[in-house]
């Protein structure tokens, strides 16, 4: 074999210098992947491997293109003396379509960086639920040394950005109230989203998105022009999705609008789908009994969750339900959640904390479920809610309870008749 290379699960990988002294590009994802497969702590998957392919790929132009972050720029605050302003207006703001001056130069920015061949490109992974694409967006990130880079799931993220809106405008209007307003600032223009654009990439340049999906029109309004801003900042994007990108927001209100930014991900991303028959949520759950009573059910539980999280340390898990509320998991691991059902149903919850937490987890564990009577009625009507959700987004349920199912309901006659006929 040639000299300075090697085949890791036959892909070619070659050794490049780089600063600081030579090393192989495979320690990255690919690298780390092959770590787990040789400690025999996951199998070799084909349909993995060749997702690994564009994962490797993004490592190395980031390895390569970036070897000194610290003197990666902070983008300042652009001057905008010099720029003619436009009126802002309602359809400006949230529409992919600016005022023509922008758009012009918007226009010659793109083609300047359609010529630039060095420029990093981003990842699209998406296949079907359970086939590993945040466990294989994961080994990117973990493998990537770098400071300014985020992992989240992409309907906090953009929570966070409608905050952060929120946010700019109180203070424009502020400023506004002291007139305090300098007219080349975008406070002047009304627009937050390039100071927005600046200040996310400023806080993390290399962002990996779990789930990616677009369900309402305020998202869907705003993502071209605030991506295509974040792109020309620098951003590495990197997101797994269950749908393609052409698939996102179908059928959803004014989608011709929101056309422009699949064409930018399509532009600025490689695309990948993962077509696997494999539903990794599932490994280590066969053969597991998913509804327990007696003595020992909350022991049998302890077990399963231990044998479904590979032993891995449970940690305590927020999620970001709405701007407002949060949904606290106690123990979680390997993206199954264990909780009581006082937790889920007897806290004042619901439907959208179901949905949160349906979305969050494939394998969702509750214990101490009690026998229900008409007293416990919002508490009832609650775990039906929970229940609902959890099929409905295919969650596997294992629980222990106080009773078989057909008992766990009491109707309020069978109670008046074990109470009454003394």
Known sequence: MRRGVRICFGVVV??????????????????????????????????????????????????????????????????????????????NFWSSAPAKSESDQESNESNSDQNDSDKLKGLYLYG??????????????????????????????????????????????????????????????????????????????????????VTNVADAMILHRLFSLMFKNGLVFVATSNRAPDELYKKGLQRDRFLPFIAMLHHQCIVHHIISSNDYRLTGSQNISVYHTGPNANSELESIFKRLSHNEEP?????????????????????????????????????????????????????????????????????????DELYNHKVKLICSAEDVPQKLFVKRDDKEKQGGSG
């Open 315 to 387: 940690k305590r898990q927020i999620i970001q339900v709405t701007d407002t509320i949060t949904l606290t998991i106690s123990r979680a691991a390997r993206k199954v959640a264990f909780l009581t059902f006082a937790e889920l149903c007897v806290a004042a919850r619901g439907p959208q904390d179901y949905i949160a937490l349906s979305r969050k987890y494939h394998t969702v564990l509750i214990k101490d479920i009690p026998v229900m009577d008409w007293k416990m009625y919002n508490e009832c009507r609650r775990f039906i809610l929970l229940i």
């Open 14 to 91: 070659k050794k490049r210098g780089m600063r600081g002294g030579r090393r192989w590009v495979s320690n990255g994802p690919l690298g780390m992947y092959n770590d787990l497969v040789n400690q025999k702590k996951i199998k070799l998957d084909q349909t993995q491997l060749e997702a690994l392919k564009p994962l490797q790929k993004i490592y190395e132009q980031i390895m390569e293109q970036n070897k000194d972050e610290e003197k990666r720029p902070i983008i300042e605050l652009k001057d905008n003396s010099n720029e003619k302003p436009h009126k802002p207006s309602f359809w």
């Open 128 to 213: 079907s639920v359970g086939c590993g694409k945040t466990f294989l967006m994961d080994l990117l990130y973990d493998s990537t040394p770098i400071q300014r880079k985020k992992r989240i799931h992409f309907n906090a993220f953009m929570i966070d950005v409608h905050k952060k809106i929120h946010h700019w405008r109180e203070k424009r209007r502020e400023l506004r109230e002291d007139d305090k307003l300098e007219s080349s600032s975008d406070f002047a223009q009304g627009d937050p989203l390039p100071d927005l654009a600046r200040s996310l990439t400023n806080e993390a340049w290399m962002l990996c998105f779990d789930e990616f999906q």
